[in-house]
T-cell receptor, first 115, second 109 residues
Framework: GAVVSQHPSWVICKSGTSVKIECRSL??????MFWYRQFPKQSLMLMAT?????????EQGVEKDKFLINHASLTLSTLTVTSAHPEDSSFYIC???????????FGPGTRLTVL | KNEVEQSPQNLTAQEGEFITINCSYS?????LHWLQQHPGGGIVSLFM???GKKKHGRLIATINIQEKHSSLHITASHPRDSAVYIC???????????FGTGTSLTVIP
């Protein structure tokens, strides 16, 4: 089946620093990648949708200057949390899909802790 | 109002029991998905349905498009089935997922 990796799987950083999370589709070309965050015991919340080679579409309430998304190739998307604060601590999950299908394949997630 | 509602929120079962998790949705859909999230956080897609019924091992998923309802059944439940089960839909207006709040299942030996 389709495999999506995320790196790092966990990260601890100081407040004010920036953190980059990578999402890779390992065995297929992902025309669309989705970024989610999940707080404890809650469901996934869509942050943004990115299509290869174009700007990401952010959900209402998600600051695009704080959560920078780049989808430069069909196998890689990155999410950069800029000037991280403790309230950004969360579980970030990416998923990838291809055009013409309704499936999404999920990465294993990245747990971010901002001190 | 959430586009996708799941019940129950929490479920505890004895090993071997038959389990049913229900999902209702309020939008027109292209597909419905059942996902499994283990305590480590990773999410696995169990089923994608647009009509009828699918079976994979001890798992069965059904969907009634007219009633906008789907069920996930687990036969002969086992402690390794303990996880959060999430219902999601792809609306016919786009390719994003709308998620239910999940059902936390614990199967006791």
């Amino acid at each position: 089946g389709a495999v999506v990796s995320q790196h790092p799987s966990w990260v601890i950083c100081k407040s004010g620093t920036s953190v980059k999370i990578e999402c890779r589709s390992l065995d297929f070309q992902a025309t669309t990648m989705f970024w989610y965050r999940q707080f404890p015991k809650q469901s996934l919340m869509l942050m943004a949708t990115s299509n290869e080679g174009s700007k990401a579409t952010y959900e209402q309430g998600v600051e695009k200057d704080k959560f920078l998304i780049n989808h430069a190739s069909l196998t890689l998307s990155t999410l950069t949390v800029t000037s991280a604060h403790p309230e950004d601590s969360s579980f970030y999950i990416c998923s990838a899909g291809t055009s013409g299908t309704y499936e999404q394949f999920f990465g294993p997630g990245t747990r971010l802790t901002v001190l | 109002k959430n586009e996708v509602e799941q019940s129950p929120q929490n479920l505890t079962a004895q090993e071997g029991e038959f389990i049913t998790i229900n999902c209702s949705y309020s939008v027109g859909i292209s597909a419905l998905h059942w996902l499994q999230q283990h305590p480590g956080g990773g999410i696995v897609s169990l089923f994608m349905l647009s009509s009828g019924k699918k079976k994979h091992g001890r798992l069965i998923a059904t969907i009634n498009i007219q009633e906008k309802h789907s069920s996930l059944h687990i036969t002969a439940s086992h402690p390794r089935d303990s996880a959060v089960y999430i219902c999601a839909v792809t609306p016919n207006t786009g390719n994003q997922f709308y998620f239910g709040t999940g059902t936390s299942l614990t199967v006791i030996p």
